[in-house]
């Protein structure tokens, strides 16, 4: 989404005043030591999850890569975790 300067001013914000990361318009990965542009907002509580409550989380921005790694990597985790479980081979 992109909003023009003049309409930013005229809803009383001042447009100097906001993140460089705004007016660029691309938010940085916030992984340590990446910072990568383009990054997506990311929810810690899934919304396929967490339902309405996701909202109430924090979110963050991530790249792509780190974005696709967070989400393989906890997948695997949860589907080993449950794999491991005994309770749940029935
Ligand atoms: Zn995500
Ligand atoms: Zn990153």
Redesign the pocket.
């Known amino acids: 989404m992109w909003i023009k300067k003049d309409e930013i001013r005229a809803a009383g914000v001042d447009v100097d005043a906001l993140p460089v990361v705004d007016i660029v318009g691309s938010p940085?990965?916030?992984?340590q030591g990446?910072?990568?542009r383009g990054?997506e907002n990311h929810h810690w509580a899934p919304r396929e999850a967490f339902g309405a409550d996701a909202d109430l989380w924090p979110t963050d921005y991530?790249?792509?890569?780190?974005?696709d790694r967070w989400h393989e990597t906890m997948t695997t985790a949860v589907t080993t975790a449950v794999n491991n479980n005994p309770r749940s081979k029935s």
Not at 28 to 31: I, L, Y
Not at 62 to 67: E, I
Request: proline share 7%; net charge positive.
């Open positions: 940085r990965c916030s992984v990446c910072g990568a990054a991530l790249c792509v890569p780190h974005h």
